[in-house]
Nanobody, 124 residues
Framework: QVQLVESGGGLVQAGGSLRLSCAASGGTFSRYAMGWFRQAPGKERDFVAAISWNSGSIYYADSVKGRFTISRVNAKNTVYLQMNSLEPEDTAVYYC?????????????????WGQGTQVTVSS
């Protein structure tokens, strides 16, 4: 059983930056691909980014490509999401998730474990 805890959310003006962290415990972190998803009020949960167990494969949603960067430090059991040039449309609850696989996927239902989420609000 893997527990995931996100942090780093908050309120930021458009054009600003935030870095989200997701700390894992209770499992072998390096065996899992990790993903970030987000969900705005009244909308479905959307894929943001994913990273393979060894950082060898990385995948971004088109909406964040060039602005967001996913990374991980296996020695710290932590995955990060650096978010730059934030837009009001990025406002959502951001979730990290773990997937016991070597193949990255943007499908939320493929992920095995989820954090509780952290709110990101971007003001215009």
């Amino acid at each position: 059983q893997v527990q995931l805890v996100e942090s780093g959310g908050g309120l930021v003006q458009a054009g600003g930056s935030l870095r989200l962290s997701c700390a894992a415990s209770g499992g072998t972190f390096s065996r899992y691909a990790m993903g970030w998803f987000r969900q705005a009020p009244g909308k479905e949960r959307d894929f943001v980014a994913a990273i393979s167990w060894n950082s060898g494969s990385i995948y971004y949603a088109d909406s964040v490509k060039g602005r967001f960067t996913i990374s991980r430090v296996n020695a710290k059991n932590t995955v990060y999401l650096q978010m730059n040039s934030l837009e009001p449309e990025d406002t959502a609850v951001y979730y990290c998730a773990a997937d016991y696989t070597v193949v990255l996927t943007p499908q939320w239902y493929e992920y095995d474990y989820w954090g509780q989420g952290t709110q990101v609000t971007v003001s215009s």
